[in-house]
C-alpha cells in the first residue's frame, strides 16, 4: 500500500518499507471508505440478515454475500437508501432507490408488502448526481413512482432504540437535529479523498487529484495521470 509520493524525485514509498523509483505515474487510489463516518453503522451492519441493514461497500468476503439481497424483502415502514456528501465513492452508481421500488411495487401486488411500505432516499447533497438535466430527469421518475427523495440531510448516526432502528440526521444549513425511524436501511457511507495526495502536492483544494479534466494528465508534473473516483474535476466517481 502507498505511503508517500514524492513527486519531486519520482519516488513511492509502500508500509512494507520498500521505495520504487518511477517514470511515469498512473494513479487510481479511489477515496477512502469506511463504516467509521457514521455512529453505529459498524455494529448494525453486522446484525442479522433479517433487520435489513446493508451497507455498500466490498471491504471483506463476506459483505457481498450479505448485500445479495440488498432491496429485497422490504415488507413495511421505511426504507432509507443513502448517499454521503460529494464527492464519494461509487457516485452515480449507487443510486438504487428506483431499482429497489420496482421490487417493492412487485411485493405490494403478491401481497408480500404492506401498502404503506415506502422507499425514502436521504442525502446532505442538494442533488443525487451534479449535473442538472440528469437529475430533473431522476427526480421526476422519483416523483411519478412515490419516492420520497431528502436534500440536505447528513446522517450522524444509527442506533437501536428498543425494538426501533433509529437514524439520526442532521440539517446542513440550519443544524436542526431529526431521529428517523425505518425497517430497512441501504447506505453508501462517507468517502474522503487519501492523505498522503495533499501531502504530495498533487491535490487540489479539495484533496482530489489535480489533473486535466480532458487529458487526465497531472496539472503540475506532466509525469502523472490518475482516474477514478479521486480525480478532482465534476463528474460521477465510478
Same mark, same amino acid.
Given at each position: 500500500?502507498?505511503?508517500?509520493? %514524492?513527486?519531486?524525485?519520482?519516488? $513511492? *514509498?509502500?508500509?512494507?518499507?520498500?521505495?520504487?523509483?518511477?517514470?511515469?505515474? +498512473? $494513479?487510481?487510489?479511489?477515496?477512502? *471508505?469506511?463504516?467509521?463516518?457514521?455512529?453505529?453503522?459498524?455494529?448494525?451492519? @453486522?446484525?442479522?440478515?433479517?433487520?435489513?441493514?446493508? +451497507? *455498500?461497500?466490498?471491504? %471483506?468476503?463476506?459483505?457481498?454475500?450479505?448485500?445479495?439481497? *440488498?432491496?429485497?424483502? @422490504?415488507?413495511?415502514? %421505511?426504507?432509507?437508501?443513502?448517499?454521503?456528501?460529494?464527492?464519494?465513492?461509487?457516485?452515480?452508481?449507487?443510486?438504487?432507490?428506483? &431499482? &429497489?421500488? @420496482?421490487?417493492?411495487? %412487485?411485493?405490494?401486488? @403478491?401481497?408480500?408488502?404492506?401498502?404503506?411500505?415506502?422507499?425514502?432516499?436521504?442525502?446532505?447533497?442538494?442533488?443525487?448526481?451534479?449535473?442538472?438535466?440528469?437529475?430533473?430527469?431522476i427526480l421526476d421518475e422519483c416523483h411519478n413512482r412515490g419516492i420520497d427523495v431528502m436534500f440536505g440531510w447528513e446522517m450522524l448516526e444509527v442506533k437501536w432504540e428498543g425494538a426501533a432502528k433509529v437514524a439520526v440526521f442532521r440539517n446542513v444549513d440550519t443544524g436542526e437535529m431529526l431521529e428517523k425511524d425505518f425497517s430497512h436501511l441501504n447506505i453508501n457511507p462517507p468517502s474522503k479523498p487519501h492523505s498522503y495526495l495533499a501531502e504530495a502536492g498533487l491535490a487540489d483544494a479539495n484533496g482530489m487529484l489535480d489533473v486535466n479534466k480532458y487529458t487526465l494528465q497531472h496539472n503540475k508534473y506532466e509525469n502523472i495521470f490518475g482516474f477514478g473516483d479521486a480525480v478532482g474535476f465534476n463528474t460521477t466517481r465510478t
Open positions: 500500500m502507498v505511503e508517500k509520493i %514524492d513527486p519531486e524525485k519520482c519516488q $513511492l *514509498h509502500l508500509s512494507n518499507g520498500k521505495e520504487f523509483n518511477y517514470k511515469a505515474l +498512473v $494513479l487510481a487510489p479511489g477515496l477512502e *471508505h469506511g463504516t467509521h463516518g457514521i455512529k453505529g453503522l459498524e455494529e448494525m451492519s @453486522h446484525s442479522a440478515e433479517e433487520e435489513n441493514v446493508f +451497507v *455498500h461497500m466490498l471491504d %471483506d468476503k463476506e459483505r457481498p454475500l450479505r448485500n445479495f439481497y *440488498h432491496g429485497w424483502n @422490504h415488507t413495511h415502514g %421505511d426504507m432509507i437508501c443513502y448517499s454521503p456528501a460529494f464527492p464519494y465513492k461509487g457516485e452515480g452508481y449507487d443510486f438504487y432507490a428506483l &431499482y &429497489y421500488e @420496482h421490487f417493492l411495487r %412487485d411485493n405490494k401486488n @403478491h401481497g408480500r408488502a404492506s401498502a404503506g411500505a415506502r422507499i425514502q432516499y436521504w442525502t446532505p447533497n442538494k442533488s443525487i448526481v451534479p449535473f442538472g438535466y440528469a437529475n430533473e430527469v
